[in-house]
């Protein structure tokens, strides 16, 4: 029985030891003192694919909770930020070579972004209220005996999404960060289902917070 008392407290105290240097201290970012400009953030971005369709794509993100994670590992520390944001979308894509997929989309919802100490990103955006319009090329239709031109052929969908990306932030800049995101949409009603349909973004993020004087430059 001795022995093994004497075999198992070193093993706990090494287990104890380990928890205490990995211990993480959580504190939420205080927003009341900020304005919406420097709590907003605008993003524009190439949207689409390469081969089939093309597009741009306009946003804004508005900072919502900020938490800050710190943890003690062997000696150094490391720290995490998690923020949840609300966001809204306004894009615009066309096939340029068929000019059959052409389409105005918008959407809004919440976005979970974690920035590591080094400033990598990695965030997930849901975006439950979509709306996607299509614009189809030169219609015509028959009524009775009369073939008439269709004002602004093409339809229009519910159109949810989720986006998940990776970035890099860039401190006390106008332009703050770039980021990649892979994007899925699903239209619906479509014929008899709904159609998905994959495309990436790349862009920028850019603020207009004014610069305090005390901020240093990187």
């Known amino acids: 029985m001795k022995l093994q008392l004497q075999l198992l407290i070193p093993l706990i105290l090494s287990l104890i030891k380990g928890y205490s240097q990995s211990i993480e201290d959580t504190k939420n970012t205080s927003l009341a003192n900020q304005t919406f400009l420097e709590r907003t953030e605008f993003k524009i971005a190439y949207s689409g694919s390469i081969f089939w369709n093309n597009g741009l794509n306009f946003g804004t993100e508005y900072l919502l909770k900020e938490t800050i994670k710190v943890k ?25 070579a068929t000019s059959t997929d052409t389409g105005v989309f918008t959407n809004y919802g919440i976005t979970w972004r974690r920035t590591n100490k080094k400033g990598k990103q990695f965030s997930i955006e849901f975006n439950p209220l979509g709306y996607y319009r299509s614009f189809l090329p030169e219609t015509y239709k028959v009524s009775g ?21 990776i970035g890099k932030q860039r401190k006390n800049k106008k332009i703050t960060r770039r980021y990649f995101n892979i994007n899925f949409m699903l239209r619906t009603p479509y014929n ?27």
């Open 145 to 165: 005996d009369n073939v008439k031109k269709v004002f602004l052929p093409g339809r229009g969908y519910y159109a949810p999404s989720i986006s998940v990306g």
């Open 192 to 218: 008899a289902g709904a159609l998905p349909s994959f495309n990436f973004q790349y862009g920028y993020r850019f603020n207009f917070k004014k610069k305090k004087k005390n901020e240093k430059i990187d």
């Open 72 to 96: 003690n590992r062997r000696g150094s520390q490391r720290t995490n930020s998690h923020q949840f944001l609300l966001n809204g979308n306004l894009g615009f894509t066309t096939n340029f």
